[in-house]
Structures are given as C-alpha cells and as structure tokens.
Nanobody
Framework: QVQLVESGGGSVQAGGSLSLSCAAS????????MGWFRQAPGKEREGVAA???????AYADSVKGRFTISLDKDKNTLSLQMNSLKPEDTAMYYCAADFRLETAVAITAGRLPGSVEFVHWGQGTQVTVSS
C-alpha cells in the first residue's frame, strides 16, 4: 500500500506557472509508474502525464511542450512543472501510482495510461487558471 499526498496547487493567471508535488509514503524504487491526472467539474478524469521507473515519460497532447513530469526517487517525490498555463488547465489534479509492469510498459511505448491502469491515488490539489 502506498499513500500519496499532493501539494502546490493554487490560482494563477493565464500564461503563468505552477509546480505540483506528490509525496509517496512508499519508496518510489518499488513503484513502476506514477502519473498526474486532472478532472474539471462535469468532465471525466483525464491523464496529463506519466513516468515510469527508468524515466520514460508520456504526455497528453494538450500539455506537450508546456508541462514536465519528473520523479525524484531519493525523495520519493513526483513533480509536475506547468508552464504557459491556460484557463482550460483549470481542474483538480491527482497523483497516481501503480506497481504493475504492464502500466510501465505502456509508458515506455509512448502511451499515456488511463486512470483505470493506476491503483493508488492521492486526494488531489486544485489548480485554477484565470484569463
């Protein structure tokens, strides 16, 4: 079992930047995959970015070139640097983790896994981007 705690959300104007962090209670060396998802009111949860233990990453088309996901295994911390934020990035952002090899293989192949492919979830942190 792993507990995930997100931080770093807030409000920013369009064009601004925010950095999200996710602290994992378990050693991330044991976690094959971690990712960020978001959910706006009235919409389904969608994948934003994912990373597997060897550093391979996958991103949603809507955030490519603006967001960067990274994993610090020594600090058991997942991060998401968000630049050039847009109002449509407004959502609750969730951190997720998975121990299964198949989820990591998907990321290695360049595919962003869906929410059903992650077992462990944080409580979320709100990001609001105003125009």
């Amino acid at each position: 079992q792993v507990q995930l705690v997100e931080s770093g959300g807030g409000s920013v104007q369009a064009g601004g930047s925010l950095s999200l962090s996710c602290a994992a209670s378990a050693h991330t060396y044991r976690i094959y995959s971690m990712g960020w998802f978001r959910q706006a009111p009235g919409k389904e949860r969608e994948g934003v970015a994912a990373i597997e233990s060897d550093g391979y990453t996958a991103y949603a088309d809507s955030v490519k070139g603006r967001f960067t996901i990274s994993l610090d295994k020594d600090k058991n911390t997942l991060s998401l640097q968000m630049n050039s934020l847009k109002p449509e990035d407004t959502a609750m952002y969730y951190c997720a983790a998975d121990f299964r090899l198949e989820t990591a293989v998907a990321i290695t192949a360049g595919r962003l896994p869906g929410s059903v492919e992650f077992v462990h979830w944080g409580q979320g942190t709100q990001v609001t981007v105003s125009s």
